[in-house]
Nanobody
């Protein structure tokens, strides 16, 4: 059974940093795109960032550009999201996901809460 398990969420003050991790088990993600999404309370889930298999290609939504960095360690089947200069509007449940084809997010984690206080 494929599992994606996020960790690293928590409560942080505005301007602080957190590093999210997502470990995959049950299969290797060779060739897969890995990404992060977030869902603020009462709102729809939105894409945050993605990274190609090689790590050579990344994409971000505009609100997090320059503050968040996605990376991956294929040997450990893990993807990371380094979040700096956090803002209250970054508060959300963060999910990692895997896609064999661009846009086809097939595998999802259970989510980790990130709360940024002002």
């Amino acid at each position: 059974q494929v599992q994606l398990v996020e960790s690293g969420g928590g409560l942080v003050q505005a301007g602080g940093s957190l590093r999210l991790s997502c470990a995959a088990s049950g299969r290797t993600f060779t060739g897969y795109i890995l990404g992060w999404f977030r869902q603020p309370l009462g709102k729809e889930r939105e894409f945050v960032a993605a990274i190609s298999w090689s790590g050579g290609s990344t994409s971000y939504i505009d609100p997090v550009k320059g503050r968040f960095t996605i990376s991956r360690d294929n040997a450990k089947n893990t993807v990371f999201l380094q979040m700096n200069s956090l803002k209250p509007e970054d508060t959300a449940v963060y999910y990692c996901a895997g896609a064999a084809l661009k846009g086809n997010w097939r595998y999802w984690g259970q989510g980790t809460q990130v709360t940024v206080s002002s």
